[in-house]
Each structure stands twice: as C-alpha cells, then as structure tokens.
C-alpha cells in the first residue's frame, strides 16, 4: 500500500523508480496502473546479496524502505520471521550502502508499536519505547540501528516513526478494510454481519498519500533525523463503524455487529497518538485529510469493486 502510493508521489516528480519485489512477476495489484513505469528487480530482505545486488544495478539517489512483516499479529506466529525481515534486513540494506555508495539516502519505515500501549498517551520523538510485540521490537532494533549508522559512519539515514495510515488500497487483513469491504457487502445484501474485536481501541489514524509527503521530505532535508509522522488525534473503531454505516445510509448499525473476544489482539497497542509537531516546526508538513474522508474514500472504492466484480 504505502510503496504503491510513494511510486505516485515519485512519478509526479520524474523520478526513475525501481522496486525490489521477492517475486516480480506477482507484484501488488496497488502497482498495477504504475507497473509499466517502475523497473523492477527481484530482492528479499533476508539475502544479503540480492539486496546489494538491487542497490549495486539500481545505483539510486534515495531508498525508501517498506519492505516488512506488516501485520503486527503475524509476529507472534513468526517472531523468528519477523525479528529478520523487520530488523536484520534493515541492517543488511545498511551495509549494502555504506560498501556501495555512502551518499544514497534512506528513510526507514518504523511505527508507533515501538512504544507498546501506552494508555491515553500522545508521545513523541523523545518518549522512551517499550514496545509489545516482536512486530514493534524489530522495528525498534530497526530504528535504532539506523540512528546507530547515521551517528557512526555519517551516513544520511532516517527513521519515519509513522502512526496508522490506512488508505484505499489497504490490505483487507487490517481492521478500517476489514470494517469498509464488510460495510459495502452489508449495504449491498451480501454479507449479514461483522465480526470485532475492542470498539472502543483508540487509534491515530491519517492518509497515506499525506504521509508518503511526510517521508519523501525528509529525504529532502538538508539534516537527516528521525520523525514522527501522525496526526495528534485519536478515534476509536466505534468512530469508524459509524462513519462507515453513515456513508451506506445505514443509522442502526449494532444490529450488523457481533463483537468476538477472540479477535481482541495479544499486547494491542491502543489509546496512543503521536505529536507531529517537531516535522510541523522544521519541515513544514502536517497532515490534510481527516479520517472521516479516508473511510468514506474506502467504503466508496470497496462499493465500486464489488459492483465491478
């Protein structure tokens, strides 16, 4: 999702992109209408050589790092996996740089679950992590690995500590998609419930076409440092449903809802938003667009997959 939305913002901007892929013939279908217009090289986060590889035939200006087990509840069932993909490979893509060219950029993606859950907290780049799950504690040996490097060998690489962003192509295992495809299914008679877990999790949700701006400005900095990307503002899953129901006209909407304790996540990060203000003050960005219009822009799409399909 948020590399198909960077290869967007790129291409406004004549960038020659290459995107790595495990296997190029099966890329995302969010690549499909850019497909054409990206090279694509095959690479995995846990080879070493094929990663060096990438950077070696690619000789980029700029990487921008999504490559990841992405669904924090994953990590539990692959916390070998998961500790490999989202913390060694970062190393490894570290080192490729410094042994071919020390002046390639990096941002690095990391995530709010680094500092675990945190009860009606707003943080910042200074708030100690203690993160809850081996999704968030790759990623913090990420980050901190990334820092590690930009210290030591002066090196312009930078973490992103980016909240929830969800948009139209989100992935259907995340709550707001599983919520907005449900929603349309219902609206149409093709689905007679929704299974969840928590209404009442809180989240700090934006749009990821605003972040991609966020991440691709950092890279434009004249300093490299590490950010959080967020909007300072929280909404629970029951703000979600019902701006979802509303948007399909439907008021009554807890009759379509069974809440299932079993879907309530092991170490869930809730109750958290992050403080934007320190990329506000030296970048100049802030998010633009309010959750309400990013769920009204998923159920929209999901209402026109399903009558396309």
Sequence with gaps: MVGSHMADLLLTKNYEIYGTSRNIDTVSSNLLETK?????????????????????????????????VSFAPSSW?????????????VLKILEAIKQVD??????????????????????????????KSPYGIAKLYAQWTVKNYRETYDMFVCSGISFNHESERRGVDFVTRKITKSVAEISLGKKDYLELGNLNISKDWGYTPDYVQAMWGMLQSKKADDYIIATNTSHTIQYVLEVAFKYVGISNYMQYIKVNPEFIRVGEVGNLTGD????????GWKPVTPLKTVIELMVKKDLDLINKY
């Design 77 to 89: 069932v692959l916390p070998e996996y998961t500790a490999n993909v989202n913390g060694v490979g």
């Design 36 to 68: 054409d217009k990206i090279k694509l090289i095959q690479a995995d986060l846990n080879d070493h050589s094929s990663i060096h590889n990438a950077i070696e035939v690619s000789r980029p200006d700029e990487i921008y790092n999504f490559g990841a």
């Design 276 to 283: 934007y203000s320190k990329i506000q003050d030296e970048l």
């Design 102 to 131: 020390k002046n390639i950029k990096l941002y690095q993606a990391s995530t709010s679950e680094i500092f675990g859950n945190l009860k009606n907290t707003t943080v910042n780049e200074d708030t100690v992590p203690h993160p």
